[in-house]
């Protein structure tokens, strides 16, 4: 079970959602094994749904209704342009706005952020699917745009005071990233339909296919800023075991950028502001601890001395 789950709460919790169904008119079809999480914004449990696993997913916000229509609408759009292939999202089960309701089907294989340091896992050929994923995600939807990097940084400056024992490299990233700004002002960027948050956490490899979850909506970004920031995700709290490029692992970045450049030009001065914004932001708004801490401020450490060299 999840760290934020209370286990002497869970046979209420399922309890909860069990009435929900009933008002939703799905208990018939239901059944509800364990609740994974707890959480503020939202409640997501395991189970079956017409004999098949599924995820159910009650959110708890104000606008949960609005989520749950969001929910619905991206992953029906996204599940009709990715070829199953290699590349799908999961399949909406039912749904119930009126009771923010969503139910999924729980995706087969492997959570992403669990196979970086799996020996029996072919790391070229998963970070090529993740690649495919998002530059078929987009699809013919994109559009080229002038970048204006302050935008992009302006945010980042209030919350980096206070950040000590941090603070230190948080500052040091911020004036690297200002330091680029002048050679990307205006510079063309192609963006795109995708994930709002296209993280090893919210992906499934089954050694053949990259499924996606918890996509909430259709964001239009730009798509190397979201290739940077699945990069980052995946390495910045791991011990480094490879050579290093811009502080990620090298062989795998470069897999994977080799099969996005197939569709989407990569620009080096792009993607490299583009990683070292998303380590400022994962310094800023990230929980660290023991290792994890050190792991992230060496990477860090690396990206700016590739900066330098």
Not at 47 to 76: H, I, P, T
Not at 77 to 91: C, E, F, I, P
Not at 102 to 119: F, I, K, N
Not at 181 to 203: E, K, M, Q, S, Y
């Amino acid at each position: 079970m999840a760290a934020w789950l209370d286990p002497s709460k869970e046979t209420g919790l399922i309890a909860e959602l069990g009435e929900l169904l009933e008002r939703a008119g799905l208990s018939h079809r239901s059944d509800v094994k364990a609740i994974l999480k707890d959480g503020k914004d939202a409640l997501v449990a395991l189970g079956q749904f017409d004999g098949r696993s599924a995820v159910f997913k009650v959110y708890r916000s104000e606008d949960a209704a609005k989520l749950v229509e969001n929910s619905v609408a991206a992953l029906m759009r996204y599940g009709a342009r990715l070829d199953w292939l290699g590349s799908a999202v999961v399949q909406v089960l039912a749904s119930s706005p009126a009771s923010g309701l969503l139910v999924m089907e729980e995706a087969q294989g492997t959570q992403a952020s669990r196979l970086p340091d799996r020996l029996d896992v072919d790391q070229a050929a998963h970070m090529r699917r993740a690649a495919r994923w998002l530059t078929q995600c987009a699809g013919s939807d994109t559009v080229e745009r002038g970048f204006a990097p302050n935008k992009s940084l302006r945010p980042l400056e209030d919350y980096i005071q206070g950040r000590d024992p941090l603070a230190a490299e948080c500052t040091d990233l911020l004036n690297s990233l200002k330091s680029q700004r002048p050679a990307l002002r205006g510079h063309p960027l192609i963006w795109g339909p995708t994930h709002g948050d296209f993280a090893p956490v919210n992906l499934v490899d089954d050694g053949r296919c990259l499924i996606a979850f918890d996509v909430q909506g259709v964001p239009t970004l730009p798509l190397i800023k979201v290739a940077a920031h699945f990069l980052v995700a995946r390495d910045f709290k791991r011990a480094i075991t490879q050579p290093l490029q811009w502080g990620l692992d090298a062989q795998t970045t470069r897999d994977f950028l080799q099969e996005f450049e197939n569709q989407i030009v990569v620009d080096t001065l792009a993607i490299r502001f583009f990683v070292g914004h998303a380590m400022l932001r994962r310094l800023l708004f990230d929980s660290f601890k023991g290792k994890g801490r050190e792991n992230a401020k060496v990477r860090a450490q690396h990206y700016l001395q590739d900066l330098r060299e």
